[in-house]
C-alpha cells in the first residue's frame, strides 16, 4: 500500500527518493530546472530529509542539507 507522506508546500517539483534502513525519506526538490515565469519557491535545488520521528504517518522534521554552492 502506497500512502501520501509529504506533499506541497512541504515539498515541491521533486525528482527522485531514497529510503534509509532508519527510515528517512531523502527527496531531491528540483527548483531551477526551467522554472516557470514568476516561480516564487526555493531558488536552488534541495536534498530534503524527511523523518517521521513520533511514528504517525507524516514527517515532523524537515532538515535541508546545505544549498547555495553551484558548480558553475
Same mark, same amino acid.
Given at each position: 500500500?502506497? /500512502?501520501?507522506?509529504?506533499?506541497? %508546500?512541504?515539498?515541491? +517539483?521533486? *525528482?527522485?527518493?531514497?529510503? =534509509?534502513?532508519?527510515? #528517512?525519506?531523502?527527496?531531491?526538490?528540483?527548483? *531551477?530546472?526551467? @522554472?516557470? /515565469?514568476?516561480? =516564487?519557491?526555493? %531558488? *536552488? =535545488?534541495?536534498?530534503?530529509?524527511?523523518r517521521? #520521528?513520533?511514528?504517525?504517518?507524516? %514527517? #515532523?522534521? #524537515? %532538515?535541508?542539507? @546545505? +544549498?547555495?554552492?553551484? +558548480?558553475?
Amino acid at each position: 500500500m502506497i /500512502e501520501l507522506f509529504s506533499a506541497d %508546500p512541504d515539498i515541491v +517539483t521533486p *525528482t527522485g527518493l531514497d529510503v =534509509d534502513h532508519l527510515g #528517512r525519506v531523502f527527496a531531491i526538490e528540483s527548483n *531551477t530546472h526551467f @522554472p516557470p /515565469e514568476g516561480y =516564487d519557491r526555493h %531558488p *536552488t =535545488d534541495r536534498l530534503l530529509v524527511l523523518r517521521d #520521528r513520533e511514528v504517525m504517518g507524516v %514527517p #515532523r522534521s #524537515r %532538515p535541508c542539507l @546545505p +544549498t547555495g554552492s553551484s +558548480t558553475r
